[in-house]
């Protein structure tokens, strides 16, 4: 009788936004991959310690870190304390993201709401895959699959002006996402792009109505909402290396929304 190969072990995945919704389904999929998950997230609440649990339940070892994404200078200090407790980090997924505080006219949209928003969708999430870039090229790691992931939305190429600072901070990522996977693809770190579509979440539960609406009307191919474990099952299959050869991807997830018709 052969002994079954064992998997190698893939090494130490980052989820931001991991508490619930697309990062809390990541985050657990991942630990079923085998990841050790780090679940990074500004509020600890229930919602944050069901995740940490089904991590556990999966297999997984899990850390849970607070932090905004958004404060730059307190990255370095918490992703040091990652590795410290569980080990190099081979796979970021940059969840973590706010919406517009109201939606409403763009023409009185405020600086404060641009600078909140594109702080911490973008800015932040630039600086954060900068240090984890910079932690995995200085690390050696024979032999295990590194990826990065930018998750990104359908409002990176479709138009919302009721939230407009939000569409301009995730038009952004695509080419965040292509820089980093020109610059690191010689050290095998591959990055991709995530486009989400309509997602049901927490986050949009304002317009749970006025998209369901929408999708039955045919908005997308596919006549329903996403859910997160949709989104999830694309970032751990690729993080396992489903997808070789392709980094530099923008991988829609939307059920055919993207596809433009007349």
């Not at 901070?169 to 965040?176: D, E, G, I, Q, R």
Request: proline share 5%; charged share 20%.
């Amino acid at each position: 009788m052969h002994e079954q190969a064992q998997r190698p072990d893939p090494g130490v995945a980052i989820v931001t936004g991991g508490r619930r919704g697309i990062g809390g389904a990541t985050a657990v999929h991942l630990a079923r991959a085998g990841y050790s998950v780090a679940v990074v997230d500004v509020v600890r609440d229930a919602d944050a310690d069901e995740t940490v649990r089904r991590i556990d339940e999966a297999g997984g070892k899990a850390a849970f870190v607070q932090a905004d994404i958004g404060d730059v200078d307190a990255q370095p200090a918490w992703i040091a304390r990652i590795v410290e407790t569980l080990g190099p980090i081979t796979c970021l997924v940059n969840n973590a993201g706010v919406n517009v505080p109201v939606r409403g006219d763009m023409l009185e949209a405020t600086p404060e709401a641009f600078d909140r928003v594109v702080g911490i969708n973008l800015r932040g999430t630039f600086f954060l895959t900068q240090a984890v870039a910079r932690h995995m090229v200085q690390t050696a790691a024979p032999g295990v699959q590194r990826s990065i992931f930018v998750v990104s939305s359908a409002n990176a190429h479709m138009a919302s002006p009721e939230k407009a600072v939000y569409c301009l901070a995730k038009s952004a990522l695509p080419m965040l996402a292509r820089m980093f996977a020109a610059r690191l693809g010689e050290h095998g770190i591959d990055v991709f792009e995530i486009q989400p579509g309509l997602i049901k979440t927490t986050m949009n539960e304002a317009v749970w109505d006025t998209y369901g609406q929408a999708i039955a009307n045919g908005v997308s191919p596919t006549r329903r909402w996403g859910t997160p474990d949709d989104v999830a099952q694309v970032i751990s299959s690729v993080a396992r290396g489903l997808m070789p050869f392709c980094t530099g991807t923008t991988i829609p997830v939307g059920g055919g929304l993207h596809i433009h018709r007349l």
